[in-house]
């Protein structure tokens, strides 16, 4: 299973952008079964849960709730976090994540341990 991520730069504050997630391979059977996520790492902190679309369930972190907004297309297998007004502190490097589809807590598709599949990330740089 292979993750691609793309759609990253550099933007200023207020603008949007949107960030793409491609996902093949020969064993990944039923996209829309797996739970896909988008995380992020700033420099000098730790990864965290950005958003999740999990079947019908769809969880944002606080931070951006309102701003972004992710959505996938299972007939392409491809991800998508929307990203509007960003922010200088939404500067970081974002990752796609896959998780097979199994019984689960909601609680834990906000962790990164989680997931089975990562993407290579893109940079997202938000400044004047």
């Known amino acids: 299973v292979q993750l691609q991520a793309s759609g990253g730069g550099l933007v200023q504050p207020g603008d949007s952008l949107r960030l793409s997630c491609a996902a093949s391979g020969s064993s990944f059977g039923s996209y829309s079964s797996y739970s896909m996520a988008w995380f992020r790492q700033a420099p000098g902190k730790e990864r965290e849960f950005v958003a999740v679309s999990s079947w019908s369930l769809i969880l944002y972190t606080d931070s951006v709730k309102g701003r972004f907004t992710i959505s996938r297309d299972n007939d392409k297998n491809t991800l998508y976090l929307q990203m509007s007004s960003l922010k200088p502190e939404d500067t970081a490097v974002y990752y796609c994540?896959?998780?097979?589809?199994?019984?689960?807590?909601?609680?834990?598709?906000?962790?990164?341990?989680?997931?089975?599949?990562w993407g290579q990330g893109t940079q997202v740089t938000v400044s004047s």
């Open positions: 994540a896959a998780a097979q589809p199994k019984t689960r807590l909601t609680s834990r598709l906000y962790r990164g341990d989680e997931y089975d599949y």
